[in-house]
């Protein structure tokens, strides 16, 4: 085990881990930070609505943000974290190859995985022509005809929102009974519904060919889709008796009801979006870095605001 004792353990190297190892560091603390190098962004290549770095290269951008993060007491392991526990006033982190590691505190960053629904040929087209944010790839494919998946998750806001890059959206169904209320955005939005079902989905020179189980086939410029997603939070099992972070975050910083606990990015409160990770880490950070002063010299701060009891 390392003899070192950090201020902070940050798991995962995105841009919630990456900001609030930034504030950390600045803020004199001795951060590590372990990331596995499993982003759910990477299949896109690069990142977007991030000022000075829009389009950028997804490992460039963590490339350049280590590089920045050397002028501080910030070291990395990459790794994958397989255990995280208590260990009395502090946390204890177990990696799969780089043994274990004692913190003070514990800023959880890892993400989530998104789960793709089974369409046959999705998967090789993620990341290339089909997506799921219109305010991250909507732009490169606009003026395309747009197809949206609605057959496992019901996508109809996002049907609804992609009618400003293309003034052909079409909503596919996949033989999946639409309730009431998203059939009427749908209307109101002017999406016009195919039922059949789906059978596969591959690549074509315009962007993507869907072909229906009656044999027929559409083109269209790009596929979006919403899907369900899956928090990583495996290595807090069973430290967290939650199903995730979200559920016992308790402000906007990032704490948690699970003492020394913290949480940023996409397993927290906020919008699944790069900029919106950041930030996220970079409240974490101040969270931890003010509750460090609090342990540290007992009543130089007020204490943080208490989450109003549930009902």
């Known amino acids: 085990m390392d003899s070192q004792v950090y201020d902070t353990v940050i798991v995962g190297g995105g841009p919630a881990g990456l900001n609030g190892a930034l504030y950390l560091g600045r803020s004199r603390r001795r951060v590590l930070l372990i990331d596995s190098g499993e982003a759910r962004n990477m299949a896109a290549g690069v990142m977007h609505n991030v000022l000075t770095n829009d389009g950028a290269p997804i490992g460039d951008f963590r490339r350049r943000a280590r590089a920045e993060l050397a002028a501080y007491d910030v070291s990395f392991r990459d790794d994958e974290v397989v255990l995280a526990e208590p260990d009395e006033d502090h946390v204890l982190v177990t990696t799969k190859e780089s043994g274990s590691f004692r913190a003070r505190t514990l800023l959880y960053a890892a993400g989530v995985r998104s789960v793709l629904p089974p369409v046959p040929g999705l998967a090789e087209l993620w990341g290339k022509s089909a997506f799921e944010c219109p305010y991250c790839h909507a732009w490169e494919v606009r003026d395309r005809s747009f197809a949206v998946y609605g057959g496992a998750v019901p996508s109809e806001c996002l049907a609804a929102t992609l009618t400003v890059w293309s003034g052909s959206v079409t909503y596919l169904t996949d033989r999946r009974e639409l309730p009431q209320d998203e059939r009427a955005r749908l209307t109101a939005a002017a999406v016009p519904l195919v039922g059949d079902k789906v059978d596969a989905v591959r690549p074509h020179p315009e962007g993507v060919e869907v072909a229906?189980?009656?044999?027929?086939?559409?083109?269209?410029?790009?596929?979006?889709?919403?899907?369900?997603?899956?928090?990583?939070?495996?290595?807090?099992?069973?430290?967290?008796?939650?199903p995730d972070l979200e559920s016992v975050q308790t402000d906007e910083r990032g704490r948690t009801s699970v003492p020394r606990l913290y949480v940023a990015g996409d397993l927290g409160r906020n919008m699944q979006q790069a900029a919106m990770a950041a930030a996220s880490g970079g409240l974490a950070g101040m969270a931890v870095n003010a509750d460090l002063i609090r342990e540290d010299r007992p009543g130089s701060l007020p204490e943080p605001p208490r989450p109003a009891p549930a009902g």
């Not at 083109?219 to 899956?230: I, K, N, S, V």
Request: glycine content about 6%; cysteine-free; charged content about 25%.
């Open 212 to 242: 229906f189980d009656n044999g027929r086939s559409a083109r269209y410029g790009a596929l979006f889709l919403h899907m369900d997603t899956e928090p990583r939070v495996e290595p807090l099992r069973p430290w967290l008796q939650a």
